[in-house]
């Protein structure tokens, strides 16, 4: 048998598990060498531009395409009619759930291009394809869509309302999912019998996702094979190719996904999109390629938005400011349609993330999704965790102010405690590992807690507010899944790591080869990694929910162990031993099989030279290294941590300035330290711009306000700064490697650090609660209703 995995082993090369290796494709990028969607061009492509509803709400009477039909350089337009005639759709509608009266959830029909109604500014309703982008522009102007406006519902609170408009006639009350989760009556029970209640109304703001890469795909269709190709950036190409092939009613091994350098996505381009089914109706129909490009302006329309809750959080504790129950109610901003919205973040994600690192015996979760005329609302980086942290650390603010407990006291009384583990949830989770009392403690210490009351006299002197907030987090990491190890061997004398996760700007070629160099000695420089094509995959979740060094990482400890044990058979066969004498080890000098008690040995690398091609081997041995495996990806990781933050206002202006930030994550076991804090840093400013900047405004009739970043603001690099940050790991108990998701821990500490700070910034005045985002103008008005 082979030693069990020791992160502390080869130590000798600087590319070892915990050194701080600098991204791969770093270089590459830096030269100007990536290659985005937009970057490539195939042969004889044509070009396609959407033809957009300008109203939120409406019913399409007609559309007029023959003008557009005749402009020069158009070559076709095509409407929804046109895609059903041709047998396409209609689009995914996303998971399924029951409601809490045990009926199913509806799924509205929603074809590729809409055919009966238009749902939101920016629902698509033809697509024009031409020669050239100019000509397809003019096209797209020259369609003439004929509505009749109805009226419109932006709002999740307005449009359960009696009498609002239904923005799909099948589902009453515009409800797509009333959901219960936690013994009602236990809860009740809890709270009437509760020594004190707090309670909260906390506003969780819409936000467009703004990835630096705005959407983007090329279609290409071979009538000869029935095959289709698309180029695009996303999230996973297996899990695009099984999308696609469902709505295109073709065998997934009939449909090919390639994805190269994705520009950010934090959720959003994991959906599948009508303009991707638009545009291979266009190459089937006119037999070339046909490529389409998102602008700036038009994603704000056409991209999944994030978070947009409207929740109210109730917490019951005993006379020591000991949790006895916690209860959160509301709604859920869906959107349009569920093809690129979904149901889970105000759902099922706030059930297993809102407990955050306390001993909640008791839990309940009532909340509507609800559909809207506006954008779909999807997954956005932390998809339904950092709210749900965001909302528990506020109560535990509130309620320490209200009971006169210190802020870290009251978390102390409540926390898990690392002896209690494993501790089982009422949402049904089980926390495996941490320390969440010393992950406070530490981030205390960091932060020079003891030294704040210093620092806010001398922002007094300036005429400023100063605030401090704790924001104490734990997220329940992505569901598992099947996910693919492949070991590739090549001549070259390369190694190709192939898995279904994808790198759209984690840096995910560095860690897995610091894994796979750690678990066969294989060269680090030598090691490439293949995500970005779906016929290369036997299997892939894709990535998201921070799972992705969980998933692959576990696929390649895998496949390794395998490539290990045909090592040790060919190895056999080469140094003339039998199998059982024969060992691997790792040291200075890489992976080696060598014959137990001899000198005498062969290395990895040259073993696989060996053996690529030879005619010599005996029929029952295998013919390379290489393995194609598929692992059964690990149980939810835990990642949690602390984060501390402390925040200026101007009360004369009402301008909000984070100044000083520490956070202390317990990510398990750390592959590579400068990743980990990279993806920490984004997390936190994205955090720090939904919580002080970012929020879609639509006026009364559906029409969005924050159409461009003249009027939708995010945080420029003046409003952040150099965070602190530090580590307290505690290995993960289910997993090979040990290792905990980090992608969106960021946001889930900030949301509450930044708010709660902010919040006791302006509690000289009164002020107990303010939502997001805390703009300018916001705290101005509200330090002046405080003074009256």
Request: hydrophobic residues 40%; aromatic residues 8%; contains cysteine.
């Given at each position: 048998m082979n030693a069990p995995f020791d992160p502390t082993q080869f130590t000798e090369t600087r590319y070892a598990i915990?050194?701080?290796?600098?991204?791969?494709?770093?270089?590459?990028?830096?030269?100007?060498?990536?290659?985005?969607?937009?970057?490539?061009?195939?042969?004889?492509?044509?070009?396609?531009?959407?033809?957009?509803?300008?109203?939120?709400?409406?019913?399409?009477?007609?559309?007029?395409?023959?003008?557009a039909k005749a402009l020069p350089g158009v070559l076709?337009?095509?409407?929804?009619?046109?895609?059903?005639?041709?047998?396409?759709?209609?689009?995914?509608?996303?998971?399924?759930?029951?409601?809490?009266?045990?009926?199913?959830?509806?799924k509205p029909v929603q074809?590729?291009?809409?055919?009966?109604?238009?749902?939101?500014?920016?629902?698509?309703?033809?697509?024009?394809?031409?020669?050239?982008?100019?000509?397809?522009?003019?096209?797209?102007?020259?369609?003439?869509?004929?509505?009749?406006?109805?009226?419109a519902v932006t709002e999740a609170r307005e449009a359960v309302a009696a009498g609002a408009a239904l923005v799909h006639e099948g589902t009453p009350g515009n409800v797509i999912l009333d959901f219960h989760h936690g013994d009602a009556d236990q809860v009740a029970a809890a709270f009437a019998g509760a020594a004190h209640v707090t309670k909260l109304k906390i506003l969780n703001s819409r936000v467009v996702v703004c990835p630096m890469e705005p959407r983007a795909a090329i279609g290409e269709y071979d009538a000869a094979e029935d095959h289709w190709?698309?180029?695009?950036?996303?999230?996973?190409?297996?899990?695009?190719?099984?999308?696609?092939?469902?709505?295109?009613?073709?065998?997934?091994?009939?449909?090919?996904?390639?994805?190269?350098?994705?520009?950010?996505?934090?959720?959003?381009?994991?959906?599948?999109?009508?303009?991707?089914?638009?545009?291979?109706?266009?190459?089937?129909?006119?037999?070339?390629?046909?490529?389409?490009?998102?602008?700036?302006?038009?994603?704000?329309?056409?991209?999944?938005?994030?978070?947009?809750?409207?929740m109210e959080q109730a917490i019951a504790l005993d006379a020591e400011?000991?949790?006895?129950?916690?209860?959160?109610?509301?709604?859920?901003?869906?959107?349009?349609?569920?093809?690129?919205?979904?149901?889970?973040?105000?759902?099922?994600?706030?059930?297993?993330?809102?407990?955050?690192?306390?001993?909640?015996?008791?839990?309940?979760?009532?909340?509507?999704?609800?559909?809207?005329?506006?954008?779909?609302?999807?997954?956005?980086?932390?998809?339904?965790?950092?709210?749900?942290?965001?909302?528990?650390?506020?109560?535990?603010?509130?309620?320490?102010?209200?009971?006169?407990?210190?802020?870290?006291?009251?978390?102390?009384?409540?926390?898990?405690?690392?002896?209690?583990?494993?501790?089982?949830?009422?949402?049904?989770?089980?926390?495996?590992?941490?320390?969440?009392?010393?992950?406070?403690?530490?981030?205390?210490?960091?932060?020079?807690?003891?030294?704040?009351?210093?620092?806010?006299r001398e922002a007094r002197a300036r005429g400023m507010l100063r605030g401090i907030g704790i924001g104490q987090y734990l997220e329940v990491t992505g569901p598992p899944s099947k996910e693919m190890g492949g070991i590739r061997f090549e001549d070259d004398g390369t190694v190709t790591i192939i898995t279904g996760t994808l790198d759209y700007g984690q840096g995910h070629a560095t860690p897995f080869a610091q894994v796979l160099s750690a678990r066969l000695g294989v060269p680090f420089e030598r090691i490439r990694l293949l995500q970005g094509d779906s016929d290369e995959l036997l299997a892939g979740g894709g990535t998201g929910g921070s799972k992705s060094l969980m998933a692959s990482g576990t696929a390649i400890a895998e496949a390794s162990d395998l490539v290990i044990e045909q090592g040790r058979k060919l190895a056999a066969h080469v140094l003339e031993a039998a199998t059982a004498d024969i060992a691997f080890e790792i040291g200075?000098?890489?992976?080696?099989?060598?014959?137990?008690?001899?000198?005498?040995?062969?290395?990895?690398?040259?073993?696989?030279?060996?053996?690529?091609?030879?005619?010599?081997?005996?029929?029952?041995?295998?013919?390379?290294?290489?393995?194609?495996?598929?692992?059964?990806?690990?149980?939810?990781?835990?990642?949690?941590?602390?984060?501390?933050?402390?925040v200026?206002?101007?009360?004369?202006?009402?301008?909000?300035?984070?100044?000083?930030?520490?956070?202390?994550?317990?990510?398990?076991?750390?592959?590579?330290?400068?990743?980990?804090a990279g993806q920490a840093h984004g997390g936190v400013a994205q955090g720090i711009g939904q919580a002080l900047f970012e929020r879609v405004v639509y006026d009364e009739t559906g029409q969005p306000l924050t159409g461009s970043y003249m009027d939708y603001a995010l945080p420029r690099a003046s409003d952040t700064l150099n965070y602190e940050i530090q580590s307290h790991p505690v290995p993960c108990k289910t997993n090979v490697l040990g290792v905990k998701g980090c992608g969106e821990a960021g946001c889930a500490g900030a949301l509450p650090s930044v708010m709660n700070a902010l919040v006791d910034a302006l509690s000289e005045y009164g002020i107990t609660h303010i939502d997001m985002p805390a703009t300018p103008m916001k705290v101005w008005q509200a330090i002046q209703a405080a003074r009256g």
């Open positions: 915990g050194q701080p290796v600098s991204r791969k494709e770093d270089p590459m990028l830096l030269r100007g060498e990536g290659r985005y969607t937009d970057d490539l061009d195939r042969p004889g492509q044509a070009y396609a531009v959407m033809v957009r509803s300008g109203y939120a709400h409406g019913v399409i009477r007609g559309i007029d395409t023959a003008a076709a337009v095509f409407t929804g009619a046109d895609l059903v005639a041709a047998g396409l759709g209609p689009m995914p509608s996303g998971m399924s759930f029951k409601n809490r009266d045990g009926s199913d959830m509806p074809a590729p291009l809409t055919t009966d109604k238009v749902r939101f500014v920016g629902d698509p309703v033809a697509v024009v394809v031409a020669s050239n982008w100019k000509a397809a522009k003019d096209g797209a102007e020259a369609v003439m869509v004929d509505i009749d406006p109805l009226p190709t698309l180029r695009l950036g996303c999230q996973g190409t297996f899990p695009m190719r099984a999308t696609l092939s469902g709505v295109l009613h073709a065998a997934p091994d009939k449909v090919r996904v390639l994805t190269g350098n994705v520009g950010g996505s934090f959720g959003m381009k994991s959906s599948c999109y009508p303009e991707y089914i638009a545009i291979l109706h266009a190459a089937r129909a006119l037999g070339r390629p046909v490529k389409w490009r998102d602008e700036r302006s038009e994603s704000f329309l056409s991209d999944s938005h994030g978070r947009a809750h409207d400011g000991r949790i006895l129950a916690l209860r959160v109610t509301g709604y859920g901003n869906i959107g349009a349609y569920l093809s690129n919205g979904t149901v889970l973040q105000p759902t099922g994600n706030v059930v297993k993330n809102t407990i955050g690192v306390y001993a909640t015996p008791l839990q309940e979760v009532v909340t509507q999704a609800v559909f809207t005329n506006t954008s779909p609302v999807g997954p956005y980086r932390g998809a339904g965790r950092p709210e749900s942290n965001y909302y528990i650390e506020r109560l535990m603010d509130t309620a320490a102010r209200e009971m006169g407990i210190d802020r870290t006291e009251i978390r102390r009384r409540n926390h898990i405690r690392p002896e209690q583990l494993p501790w089982t949830t009422p949402a049904g989770t089980v926390y495996d590992s941490g320390d969440f009392p010393a992950l406070l403690d530490q981030a205390l210490a960091a932060a020079d807690w003891d030294g704040f009351a210093a620092r806010k200075a000098h890489g992976g080696r099989f060598r014959i137990a008690g001899t000198d005498r040995e062969i290395g990895i690398m040259e073993l696989a030279d060996r053996v690529r091609g030879a005619s010599d081997l005996p029929a029952d041995l295998p013919r390379t290294l290489s393995v194609r495996h598929v692992a059964n990806g690990p149980p939810f990781s835990y990642p949690n941590g602390c984060h501390i933050a402390e200026e206002v101007d009360p004369d202006t009402g301008t909000v300035s984070v100044v000083r930030y520490t956070m202390v994550n317990d990510f398990g076991v750390i592959v590579n330290p400068l990743l980990v």
